[in-house]
């Protein structure tokens, strides 16, 4: 199976830049996925690496290194309604592909 | 319009009873999950369907059944409720992705449905 692991918990302040880690064990990896999820709501796409490096979309970065099963997702000038829940997600080719998710990482950003 | 629907949005059921949860996706895509989600635990797969004849068992498929009765339509029923189904369920789909092209074949959520078992 595999092994997806991020932090519980993480505080921010408005306007700082947070860093939220994943890494994973796993073989047959096919893609890495950061998802947003606000209390009692869906989990909603953020960002898609397959190769090493970064990718960024606004305010949002993604950084994938693959021989370290290692991920990291960037957020800049932080705001109120970034504190959410934050998922990394897993996925491996075996016959069929489909995403293992991490418990996900809680972001409290405050004033 | 929503892309993914789910119905029922919030359930309150007792122990024994047979209940459904249903999925409904205007995304034309030909994958469906149903997921479970419970704190501390994440995101868990129940069941996965790649096409309307295709059904697979997730991580945690025990005492879940589904039917897809389309492309568009994807139920999961609990035969008979226990309380340790109590949990906030999720229907997902998406296109086929991780290929050469890069296509990430994200996975789209519906709004969730509350379930309690009594």
């Known amino acids: 199976g595999q092994n997806i692991d991020q932090p519980t918990e993480m505080t921010a302040t408005e306007g700082a830049i947070v860093q939220i880690n994943c890494t994973y064990q796993t073989s047959g990896f096919n893609g890495l996925f950061w998802y947003q999820q606000h209390a009692g709501e869906a989990p909603t796409f953020l960002s898609y690496?397959?190769?090493?490096g970064l990718e960024e979309k606004g305010r949002f970065s993604s950084f994938l290194s693959r021989s370290k099963g290692y991920s990291y997702l960037l957020l800049k000038e932080l705001q109120m309604k970034d504190s959410a829940s934050y998922l990394c997600?897993?996925?491996?080719?075996?016959?069929?592909?489909?995403?293992?998710f991490g418990k996900g990482t809680m972001l409290l950003v405050s004033p | 319009d929503a892309d993914v629907t789910q119905t029922p949005r919030n359930r309150i059921t007792k122990t024994g009873k047979r209940i459904m949860l249903e999925c409904s996706q205007t995304k034309g895509h030909d994958r469906m999950y149903w997921y479970r989600q419970d704190p501390g635990l994440g995101l868990r797969l129940i069941y996965y369907?790649?096409?309307?004849?295709?059904?697979n068992k997730g991580e945690i498929s025990d005492g879940y059944s589904v039917s897809r009765q389309a492309q568009a339509k994807f139920s999961l029923s609990l035969e008979s409720a226990i309380p340790n189904q109590t949990a906030l369920y999720f229907c997902a789909t998406s296109d086929f992705g991780g290929g050469a092209d890069g296509t990430p074949g994200e996975q789209f959520f519906g709004p969730g449905t509350r379930l309690t078992v009594l």
């Open positions: 690496n397959v190769l090493d």
């Open positions: 369907s790649f096409d309307v004849k295709d059904i």
């Open positions: 997600a897993v996925r491996v080719i075996s016959g069929y592909s489909t995403l293992t």
